[in-house]
């Protein structure tokens, strides 16, 4: 099913016109601006928002079924969470190349299989950002190459099981949710064994 052509024409009535763009920080991962806009109405109002590289995350299956998750501490929320491994897009960097990559650095894993199974947007109210999402099989352990500044446990589980912790809300991190909802409605479809 696709989106109605007479919703994607009313929605064009919605389109925020950018009247001027304040650059107001340039951080390590993220940019912010400040942005005067006309509304649809006419009226004038202001939009903060950031620009973020992107990012891919990718959901690594085992023969057996089990996939790997990895433990990490977000300093924003003061917690850990249990994710899926992913990182940002490097600068001229394909989504599919970053997945690998960052499948490779995290987790000590390559896969010889790597499927796109679709992207969002995680916070469309503030950030430009775009994730993109995989699933990969056929996979190899090798030695994890982590970025200086980070720390992982990974967690080897079974896919079920995973989405056991997602009912018990134990895994509540956005990319991790999505991705291993929509990956296993792939797999269900397209796998090439049974999980």
Not at 14 to 36: F, H, M, P, Q, W
Not at 114 to 124: A, E
Request: glycine share 8%.
């Amino acid at each position: 099913m696709k989106i109605d052509k007479n919703w994607i024409e009313e929605s064009e009535k919605l389109r925020e016109k950018t009247i001027n763009s304040e650059y107001v920080y340039d951080g390590v991962l993220v940019k912010a601006y400040r942005d005067e806009v006309i509304l649809p109405d006419g009226s004038h109002s202001v939009r903060e928002f950031i620009k973020h590289p992107g990012a891919s995350a990718v959901i690594p299956v085992f023969d057996n079924g089990d996939i790997m998750l990895l433990s990490q501490f977000r300093y924003p929320l003061k917690q850990t969470f249990l994710e899926i491994p992913a990182g940002k897009l490097d600068p001229g960097e394909a989504p599919e190349v970053t997945a690998v990559r960052e499948l490779e650095e995290e987790a000590g894993l390559i896969c010889s299989n790597i499927v796109k199974i679709g992207h969002f947007h995680p916070v469309i109210g503030y950030s430009d950002e775009v994730i993109h999402l995989y699933i990969g099989w056929g996979i190899t352990e090798v030695a994890k190459n982590e970025d200086d500044d980070e720390f992982l446990i990974p967690r080897r589980i079974s896919y079920r099981n995973a989405l056991k912790l997602i009912d018990n809300n134990e895994i509540t991190d956005s990319k991790t949710l999505i991705g291993l909802l929509r990956g296993w409605r792939w797999w269900d479809e397209n796998g090439p064994f049974e999980i």
